[in-house]
């Protein structure tokens, strides 16, 4: 260890006479854990938290929507209300089906090659579990949901619009390709929309497809979210920022939103910005803000910051005269003859393993310091001789 301190300080005299001050603030650096550095480079490269949708479907039927060219009966008007067989949207109305991905499946739904000739497009979503959902963002005035009474059909499925709840009875008629639901007068706006069962109900979902406004689009939800970093070491009072990727590229609404397990701990401000506080481990988990509800965390384990000062970083003596440098790590502090100390002109100023000084001839020499712990940490102090 002393011979590697002896050259880095022939290193630092060759340089500090060009730029002292940059290498006295360099002499200071605290160099990182490298053990840690390496588990986290590597788990960052290979346990990202990607979370993706595991329930959306494996094709694009309907991604563009049907425009309806004609009433339901030839009417001039729109005449279809709740309960009439609909196999094709109405004039100011867009059919997306339900195998269209821009839907999103939650939970356990009969597979996309559930094959029914009376439905629309001949296919049929049919939840299997009681805490099966289908998502979706429109934007659009008005909305119309198209659904089937099979065997154990529900009467009593939740409709939520922007947090607003409905009821949707799918036993409205017993047939195929049925409108069961229909709201107009929204805002021209985004919305999110979410199917789903109440407590109560013990039938099942039967989705066919959706409608909503000629002019309107369905808005495309988040699939895959991931962070830079799964695991993370920072110091007190260091900040750093979290970079989440929304997946795919043309989900329509990318915002996230940030959180810490303990903000006492570390903070995250919107942007993703994070600040260590105090020692110890928190998670920092980013969310979609597109009612897809997913999810990432990245560990953040915060660590005292270690620093070595001395009780003075100049001194002036007389020759015969000694002193005494103090050496203080913080947070362990760690005695001075744990420490290596080294005189950059040993025949001008001497140097104990206890740090005392001793003036030997006039001139000027530099005692440094370092720890033997491997955390690296040097100082040093310079003593003219008279």
Known sequence: MKKKLQVALVAFLVIIFGCFSEAFAASRTNIEDNEFSQIEKKLNQINRHNITNNGSSNHNAGDEGKIGTENLDGSTENSAKKGDVLKDPEIGWKRYDDCSKLIKYLGDWAPDNYLLSGNYNSTLHRSISSNSEAKFNFNGTKLRIITSDLVNAASNIKVTIDDKSY????????????????????????HKVTISKTDE????INLDAVDIDSDGSMLRLADGLTLDKALHLLKVGQTDTLTAAVTP?????????WSSSDPSIASIDSNGKLTA??????????????????????????????????NKTTDLLNVGDTDNLVATVTPNNIPNSSMVWIS????????????????????????LVGTKDGSNLMNLCTITVK
């Open 167 to 190: 009821n949707l009875d799918e036993t409205l008629n017993n047939k195929d390709c049925t409108m069961t639901f229909e709201i107009t007068g929204l805002d021209k706006s985004d």
């Open 249 to 257: 590229y043309d989900t329509a609404n990318k915002n996230i939103t």
């Open 344 to 367: 950059s002109m040993p025949s001008i100023v001497s140097v104990d393993s206890d740090g005392k000084v001793t003036a030997l001839k006039p001139g000027t020499a530099m005692i």
């Open 201 to 204: 109900d013990m039938g099942q």
């Open 277 to 310: 506080l105090k020692a110890g481990i928190v998670t920092i988990t980013a969310s979609t803000m597109d009612g897809s509800n997913l999810m990432s965390s990245c560990i953040v384990t915060i660590e005292e910051a270690k620093s070595l000062s001395l």
